[in-house]
Each structure stands twice: as C-alpha cells, then as structure tokens.
C-alpha cells in the first residue's frame, strides 16, 4: 500500500514539475516547434515518466534534471526571440528546394531529403507538378512552403478586380440546447429576437445543439436530431437582386480578364 501511495505522489509532483515548465516555455512549443523543440519535449517526457514509475528513492534527482532541462530549454528559447542568429544555430534557417522552377539538388541533399520526401510535400500542398511551382522552401520547423508560377495560381477575385466584402466570424448562440447568453448580450442579440428566429422555422431553443448567427444573413441551426435550417435574415426579394447583381459582375469581368489575357498571348 506504501508502494502505491508513493507511485501517487511521485506521478503528480512529476505532473506540476511538468505543468509548470510547459505553461513557462509557451504555446510556441506546440505551434512552432523545432526539432531541437521537439527532442526537448521527448526528453522532458521520458525524465517525468521516469520520476513517476522507476524504483528508485533518488527519484528527486529526476525532479532536479527535469527542471533543468526546462530551465536550458526556456534560456534557448529566450535567445532565439533575441538573437536573429541564434535562431539560426537552433532553429537552422530556411533553406529553398526549388529556385525559378529549378530544383536544387545540393538543397536537398544538405536538408537530407529524398526526390520522392519533396513530392509528398508537394501532393500534401495539392501540388503534383515540380513545373508548376515557381519557388519552394524547407522552414525552420520542417514544413515545405510553396509559391506556384503566376499561370498556375487559383484566379481570384481581386485578379477579376472584384471587390469583395469582408467577411464576419460566425457568433455561436446555441451550444447543446443551452443559450449563451454572455456571447448574445455581447452582441446585442437578445432572447426574445433569438427565440422569434426559431419559432419561424417550429423550433425551440432546447431542440437546437448548436446555433451560428451571421449578422444580417443568416441564422444556421442543428438540432439534436440531425435536422438542419437556414434561417435568411435578408428580405427575398434584395437577396436576388444582390444575387444576379453579383452574377452579372462577375461574368462582365470574367470576359474582361479572358480578353485581356487573350492580348497578351496574342502580343
């Protein structure tokens, strides 16, 4: 019984040691890690695991080497937000793969990575042309940037010179049939506007699980029974005139870039 309770208390000082030094070192650890970060991590693990499960009573030294490589980890995280160069010995730099649609050979070898590595990383960017892509980069955490050629980038609506509004995050009202009522007060939204919306389509707010509000469009509903409702929030008959409004300026200006396109080749 002994035993137990002292697998108990060793287990959760290894938990707070640990608690305390992943709040200490940041959520960088998690978003933008290194390899050195990523060794840093395994380490700290293994030392916490032997703290808690190891039969030996020297297990404070554990505590002590846990700390201290926390401690080293935060100082060489510290430098590297101070010292640019730092960063570089660390973290190593970003190094480019491919230059002008050329793959560089002498990259690849020094980042040791195979032909078949790089064309994963470019299927898991949806890019399975080397001769598509203008330019590519290995960062600093392992993850592979690409920049396509010019012809070869998706056409978007600042290319056809639409203007297009911004978008606002959807407000989640409803979550499993509770009102959040802090979030609507925020908003401005109150219970009976939000009760009115429902009943136009039969619902109570009990029978919704969850509730995104985008204001002044629309209301998007599921309930608990995997139903789903649009409620529009914009009068019929302004929606489909902004609609086919939208639809005529945008094919104006479709032709207008096809043409424009079509003499430059000519030219």
Do not use: C
Not at 20 to 37: N, V
Not at 109 to 129: A, G
Not at 143 to 160: A, E, G, I, R
């Amino acid at each position: 019984m002994n035993e137990v309770f002292e697998l108990a208390y060793r287990t959760l000082i290894a938990l707070l040691v640990m608690f305390i030094l992943t709040k200490m070192l940041g959520k960088r650890q998690l978003s933008e890690i290194s390899l050195f970060g990523y060794i840093s991590g395994i380490s700290i693990g293994n030392i916490a695991a032997y703290i808690a499960l190891e039969n030996d009573r020297a297990w404070g030294l554990g505590i002590i080497a846990l700390v201290i490589w926390g401690g080293v980890t935060m100082l060489l995280e510290y430098w590297t937000l101070k010292s640019k160069k730092m960063r570089g010995v660390i973290d190593s730099n970003r190094r480019v793969l491919i230059a002008n649609g050329i793959v560089l050979k002498e990259a690849l070898y020094k980042e040791r990575y195979t032909v078949e590595e790089l064309l994963q990383r470019l299927r898991n960017k949806d890019v399975y042309k080397i001769s598509d892509v203008e330019s590519a980069s290995i960062e600093a955490n392992g993850d592979v940037s690409v920049f396509l050629k010019q012809d070869y980038n998706p056409l978007t609506p600042n290319m056809l010179g639409m203007k297009i509004e911004p978008e606002k995050e959807p407000i989640t009202l409803i979550v499993d049939g509770s009102m959040e009522l802090e979030t609507m007060r925020q908003n401005g939204i109150t219970e009976v506007w939000l009760k009115e919306k429902l009943s136009s389509v039969h619902l109570k707010y009990e029978e919704v699980f969850i509730a995104q509000y985008t204001i002044d469009q629309s209301l998007s509903l599921f309930t608990h029974d995997n139903r789903t409702f649009e409620v529009n929030l914009q009068s019929k008959q302004l929606t489909e005139q902004k609609k086919l409004e939208e639809i005529k300026q945008g094919l104006l200006q479709t032709i207008a870039f096809l043409e424009q396109q079509a003499k430059k080749k000519q030219g």
